[in-house]
């Protein structure tokens, strides 16, 4: 699960252990997959006139395997706004402004999404529109060098944030061979280069966006019946590609890794403490366990966070990320500290807390608390067609169902004291350990 590190998590009880857990995810939804390998999810709601449509391809920076070859999934998420030859930018934003529709997209380790919402009487359109740049992208070279170079623009603005360059740097120590050695923007070497990467622009593009590797969902005041023949005739003749990579998996380090940041302006310390975690998994309890602990060891009601922030004042941000990745990727203890001289104590504090759960089991009433918590933090968010669109586009780019959000909040419930211990003492080990810290250079 995503959670924001400095996010407020209040404790609220929704059930007793006791009582049966209903399903997570509310909503009846109809999933259909078409013979080309597309998928479609269709979840009417509550919600009267709207519509999102959230389009969800498994490609993202774990993709981009060649060396000398990263950024590109991110690249077309902007290149794609650049049309075809039926659909010219201009009239693509011309209809979506006639529509009054709201549209965007972002790319992240595993997946790019593109979503669009609307009144429902725009549906057919939207679907043969997005179909449209689907199946017929159209950029010529000059295009092409012009998106590259808002690319590299992008990455040195990200570059100039110390939390940003923290995490490239994080990424970078702490993967060998994995993709996610590198994050979603690439590596500046390769962004400079791409503006002459355009034959494999094109290369990229024909091999991940295929239906195989893409859903659909349509999310609002919509009818399961109206919705499937027109996605089978704007969408049902895009061909299947047949390309299938081998991600490289990471081996075992070894030995625990360190990294500083010197950084050239005035900022406050900061520095993350990460391990190897399980990648997400809706079959096993491992992802579940390590969510809980993030929750319970470094959220904002932590015994930790009460400590260092707010009695101590030696820190003034204080959280923990377990991410979902298709593969195992890293659980992060980060704090932002307010002298640099106090960073040895505090890593020394986050270690010691990581320990803890190692060797101390977690008080049953405080863990049932945070599993309930989480429950109601999530029922909270499908407030809105979109919100429910997009929380179902995060766990789509994961397993292409809405049935893991079920299977996940299963896992949770089941997670015990004892397998907290085990799951702290399986992930939390010093020679997957990768320390990094950031200071003022002096």
């Known amino acids: 699960m995503r959670f924001l590190p400095f996010a407020l998590c209040g404790i609220s009880m929704l059930l007793t252990a006791a009582e049966p857990q209903p399903k997570a995810f509310p909503y009846a939804y109809r999933q259909h997959d078409f013979s080309n390998g597309l998928r479609l999810i269709t979840v009417p709601t509550d919600y009267p006139n709207v519509v999102a449509l959230y ?29 075809t030859k039926n659909t010219p930018p201009d009239v693509y934003e011309k209809h979506l402004k006639q529509m009054g529709a709201s549209s965007n ?179 096993a309890t491992d992802h579940a366990a390590l969510d809980l602990i993030a929750q319970l060891g470094f959220s904002q009601n932590s015994e930790l966070y009460r400590k260092l922030v707010i009695e101590e004042q030696i820190a003034d941000m204080l959280g923990a990320g377990n991410f979902d990745n298709m593969d195992p990727n ?9 002298k640099v001289e106090d960073v040895p104590r505090v890593e020394k504090e986050l270690l010691a807390a990581l320990d803890r759960f190692r060797t101390t089991a977690v008080p049953p009433a405080k863990l049932e608390s945070v599993k309930q918590n989480l429950r109601y933090s999530f029922a909270l968010k499908l407030n809105n067609s979109e919100a429910i669109a997009d929380t179902l586009a995060h766990y789509i780019s994961l397993r292409r169902t809405p049935e893991t959000i079920n299977r996940i909040f299963a896992r949770y419930a089941e997670v015990t004291p004892a397998e907290i211990q085990r799951v702290a003492r399986k992930y939390f080990i010093e020679n997957e350990r990768t320390t990094v810290t950031l200071a003022t250079k002096k």
């Open 55 to 83: 389009i969800v391809v498994q490609t993202g920076s774990r993709n981009e395997i060649e060396p000398g070859k990263s950024g590109f999934a991110h690249f077309f998420e902007h290149v794609m706004f650049r049309g």
């Open 105 to 283: 997209a972002s790319t992240w380790d595993d997946r790019t999404i593109y979503h669009t919402t609307f009144s429902k009487e725009d549906l057919d359109l939207m679907l043969r529109l997005e179909a449209d740049r689907f199946r017929n992208l159209s950029y010529p070279e000059d295009v092409f060098r012009t998106e590259a170079l808002a690319v590299l623009g992008e990455y040195n603005k990200s570059s100039a944030d110390p939390s940003e360059k923290m995490n490239e740097v994080l990424y970078n120590t702490a993967f060998d061979r994995h993709t996610y050695k590198h994050t979603t923007i690439g590596f500046l070497k390769d962004i400079e280069d791409m503006p002459n990467q355009y034959a494999y622009s094109k290369v990229f593009f024909d091999r991940w966006y295929r239906p195989e590797y893409t859903t659909v969902i349509v999310a609002g005041d919509v009818d399961d019946a109206a919705v499937k023949p027109a996605v089978e005739k704007y969408w049902g003749q895009w061909p299947r590609g047949a390309y299938k990579a081998e991600i490289p998996a990471e081996p075992a380090h070894g030995k625990p890794r360190r990294a500083h940041v010197d950084w050239p302006t005035e900022t406050l310390p900061m520095i993350v403490v990460a391990h190897r975690n399980s990648g997400y998994m809706d079959d």
């Open 330 to 338: 890293l659980f992060q203890v980060t704090a932002r500290v307010k």
